[in-house]
């Protein structure tokens, strides 16, 4: 079983960052595929980032590309999701997910595990 905590919501002005982290238990964290999902107010879940189990591969939503990078730290069993020049529509629920084969996905339905999410709010 893999528990996911998120942490680094907040509330910041556009044009500012947050730094997200994902601490996961397990003893086989530097095996899993890692990704980040956002969910804003009546809208569907969608993809953000998602980072290989190595760290070597990552893949970003066009929205987020060239503002927001995904990391890890396979010693601490964290992920992270550093978001720069915040806008407003960036405002929602993320939730990082652990997906414990394969390779990373863009797909939600591929990843089992998921956290409780952490608010972001963006004003502007």
């Known amino acids: 079983q893999v528990q996911l905590v998120e942490s680094g919501g907040g509330l910041v002005q556009a044009g500012g960052s947050l730094r997200l982290s994902c601490a996961a238990s397990?003893?086989?964290?530097?095996?899993?595929?890692m990704g980040w999902f956002r969910q804003a107010p009546g809208k569907e879940r969608e993809f953000v980032a998602a980072?290989?189990?190595?760290?070597?591969?990552?893949y970003y939503a066009d929205s987020v590309k060239g503002r927001f990078t995904i990391s890890r730290d396979n010693a601490k069993n964290t992920v992270y999701l550093q978001m720069n020049s915040l806008k407003p529509e960036d405002t929602a629920v993320y939730y990082c997910?652990?997906?414990?084969?394969?390779?990373?996905?863009?797909?939600?339905?591929?990843?089992?595990?998921w956290g409780q999410g952490t608010q972001v709010t963006v004003s502007s």
């Open positions: 997910a652990a997906k414990i084969t394969g390779s990373a996905s863009i797909s939600d339905h591929e990843y089992p595990y």
């Open positions: 397990g003893r086989a964290f530097s095996n899993y595929a």
């Open positions: 980072i290989s189990w190595s760290g070597g591969i990552t």
